[in-house]
């Protein structure tokens, strides 16, 4: 229930629930410092702390012996390492040079290989690969747990490359520069210490750099997220405290720092240089470098940017924008002219700002590629993939438009745009389904169709199995829709086992998509797979994401609520046989549905997630979320936050079902933390539960395949225990 709260209340930092209705570890205020007194587990914030892992190592005992000792547990994860060690997987190339770069891993190469190819030799389908770098033997070599993180390379030759390496998968990363052409490292090249970077080339010689510099007069070059808000330019030779500031931010910003992104033409030329300061989340201020100064842009703060053309910006609004006396709707492709957008006060003409394309209500952009001359963008209809290209043309009109070509691709697919080369005029384009696995086809400057140079093989049995696509109707009467992979002859008597998978956030969007490993271990044994498309998402552009923000986070938790009992009343399933899964901001979603809803659920695998959201800010990088989900020190953002907040939520005689948690220690994206302490609390009120946090490889679970199909076992060993047992 919403308290509606008076000024007074406020200021008095009142509750969000009456006082006799307060779950018994809710803080006695929401001041930050009664936050904290109200934490019996703090020290389990530590990330190394000895009281935290030695919590890590009995619940880890305990876990391993109910989850591994299972006797399905084997086989579940042999059967997850072939697929994700399998060498018929497609590998998915990008555009190197003259030829194509691709990272693989398998069982010989866990932690994975850097190697390239010709087109020609890719196209042929069994292509002679050329190893540029041996991440384990590097790993071998330096005695560090590297994991490999990308590499940015400099066109258009691309012969040199910022290579990214981890130490155990976290997101901060050492940067060395490798050359392609000899295969080394470049002897007294440029080498950053570990850190979360923002780096762009800007030509063979100068990089563009925002990290931690240092103290500067006693002041941290750092966000209180831990990211950089200065930009500077470096030059070979130079180290991090020679370089030249070029660009400062405020060190109260929010986001995931200040960043300098470099666009050029098709033979690599600079068209334009611009930084991106980050107000919030979402948020964020755009400049233009020129002439060595940095010039603010008239453009919107919740803005995508996709690319340059020549002298033209192709964005998309992510709210309505007005410019010049002209309203552009949120979600909207556009192409403006940077010399309109650099004036305070622009001048319009009929094609210094031209639309692209404008969404119907059911559509949104996913995806956009600018090429030499045209335009490549992903549009989801109703979450479905199509593919279009946009070109600008002036024969039938005084001023010209944009015109599109739809091009074909599968039908009832997720359609997404690979990497794509302005210089060669190609893009790679991947289509998949939840029972088609993915071709990978190569979209040629003027083909009307994707030539397939891939197919995955099929890596489960599909034929036993439908897909079909249902709305259920949440609590404000908006219609979610779901998709739901059941067996074809599914007795609809509600004994189904059902995994219902949501995330709701970030304007991240989950279409169709193949997975693999759940077919083979969920799937064939006759569970069925849901996935719904809530609101906090992008499956319908900006305003399904907003509708969701801060304040109306619950319309996240209502919707997904809503698909579970829809499944009910269709007879899919029952709650005896119904679990839920959600990793990241899902993990939020997830904790707090078994929290608010513990009769409808019997299952909840629960990963790498927020749980303590009136502290989430306190811990890395929590407050660069904010944007998301709120301020819990501003008092009023506290109540509403409080409202939802699991690790407050949970009360002692509730029937929550047994709930598997899990995370990483060296996760530096989403702090152990919350796991931890979520699955203390629920030891200490008496609730049976597992716990299990795995030592190595981050929030990304990349790290290596193979300790990624001993996580997929366990979490289908646990799921199969709750809900087919």
């Not at 779950?23 to 935290?52: I, K, N």
């Not at 966000?223 to 660009?247: H, W």
């Not at 210089?423 to 029972?435: D, Y």
């Not at 944007?627 to 949970?650: N, T």
Request: charged share 25%; hydrophobic share 40%; proline share 6%.
């Amino acid at each position: 229930m919403r308290l509606l709260m008076t000024a007074t209340a406020l200021a008095a930092l009142a509750l969000p629930a009456m006082a006799q209705d307060r779950p018994p570890h809710f803080p006695a205020d929401l001041t930050p410092e009664a936050v904290a007194a109200a934490d019996d587990h703090l020290a389990l914030e530590e990330v190394d702390g000895a009281e935290a892992m030695a919590f890590v190592r009995a619940s880890n005992e305990r876990s391993l012996g109910v989850l591994e000792g299972d006797p399905r547990y084997e086989e579940l994860r042999a059967e997850a390492e072939a697929i994700l060690t399998a060498s018929d997987r497609l590998p998915y190339p990008v555009f190197l040079g003259e030829g194509l770069g691709n990272f693989w891993q398998d069982a010989t190469n866990p932690k994975g290989l850097w190697r390239r190819t010709t087109l020609e030799s890719y196209r042929g389908g069994d292509a002679e690969w050329e190893t540029l770098i041996d991440v384990d033997a590097l790993a071998r070599e330096e005695g560090r747990d590297w994991v490999w993180k990308g590499a940015q390379c400099l066109a258009p030759d691309e012969t040199r490359c910022l290579v990214n390496l981890s130490d155990g998968g976290k997101d901060a990363v050492v940067v060395r520069e490798f050359d392609t052409a000899t295969k080394t490292w470049v002897e007294g090249g440029f080498n950053l210490p570990e850190g979360k970077h923002r780096l762009s080339w800007l030509d063979q010689d100068t990089l563009l750099v925002a990290t931690d510099f240092g103290p500067e007069n006693g002041q941290s070059t750092l966000t209180e997220s831990g990211y950089p808000y200065i930009i500077k330019s470096l030059a070979r030779g130079q180290t991090l405290d020679q370089a030249t500031e070029v660009y400062r931010g405020e060190q109260g910003d929010g986001g995931y720092g200040v960043s300098a992104s470099v666009y050029r033409d098709a033979e690599g030329a600079v068209e334009a240089v611009l930084f991106r300061r980050p107000l919030d989340t979402f948020s964020a201020e755009t400049w233009q470098w020129v002439d060595g100064e940095a010039v603010e842009l008239n453009l919107p703060e919740r803005v995508g940017i996709h690319g340059t053309l020549g002298r033209q910006l192709v964005l998309s609004p992510d709210e309505d924008w007005t410019i010049g006396g002209q309203t552009i709707s949120g979600g909207t492709l556009v192409a403006a002219d940077f010399e309109m957008l650099r004036q305070a006060e622009p001048v319009m003409t009929n094609t210094s700002l031209t639309t692209i394309f404008r969404p119907g209500e059911r559509q949104s952009l996913q995806g956009v590629s600018v090429m030499r001359d045209h335009v490549l963008a992903v549009v989801s209809d109703n979450v479905v993939g199509t593919l279009k290209r946009f070109q600008f043309v002036t024969g039938d009109t005084r001023h010209g438009e944009w015109r599109a070509t739809d091009l074909q691709v599968p039908e009832n697919s997720a359609v997404s745009l690979g990497d794509s080369s302005k210089k060669s005029g190609r893009a790679f384009v991947s289509a998949q389904g939840f029972l088609t696995p993915p071709t990978l086809g190569l979209l040629e400057q003027t083909a009307t169709a994707p030539e397939t140079l891939r197919a995955a093989p099929a890596k489960f049995d599909a034929s036993t199995h439908v897909v079909e696509q249902f709305e259920a109707t949440s609590t404000d009467g908006t219609k979610i829709p779901y998709f739901v992979v059941m067996p074809r002859d599914l007795a609809m008597d509600g004994t189904a086992p059902t995994i219902l998978f949501g995330y709701g956030g970030f304007q991240v969007s989950f279409p169709p998509a193949y997975k693999p490993e759940m077919g083979k271990l969920w799937l064939e044994n006759g569970g069925v797979f849901v996935q719904a498309n809530i609101r906090g998402g992008g499956e319908f552009g900006p305003e399904w994401h907003q509708a969701a923000l801060n304040e109306n986070r619950q319309r996240a938790f209502d919707d997904f609520a809503a698909v579970g009992k829809d499944l009910i009343a269709r007879k899919i399933t029952s709650p005896d046989h119904l679990g839920i899964y959600g990793r990241s901001n899902g993990g939020v979603l997830t904790s707090v549905s078994i929290t608010q809803n513990p009769d409808l659920f019997d299952a909840a695998v629960i990963e790498s997630p927020l749980v303590d959201m009136l502290r989430y800010h306190e811990l890395p990088a929590g407050a660069s979320w904010i944007g998301e989900y709120g301020d819990p020190r501003i008092p009023e953002e506290a109540a509403w936050i409080a409202e939802y907040s699991a690790y407050q939520q949970l009360r002692p005689n509730a029937d929550y079902p047994r709930v598997y948690i899990t995370t990483n220690t060296r996760d530096d994206r989403v702090h152990p933390g919350h796991a931890r302490k979520f699955a203390a609390r629920l030891g200490e009120m008496g609730y049976d539960h597992l716990y299990f946090e795995d030592t190595a490889g981050g929030h990304s679970n990349d790290a290596d395949p193979i300790a990624n199909a001993r996580r997929w076992a366990r979490h289908y060993v646990y799921l199969m225990q709750q809900l087919m047992d």
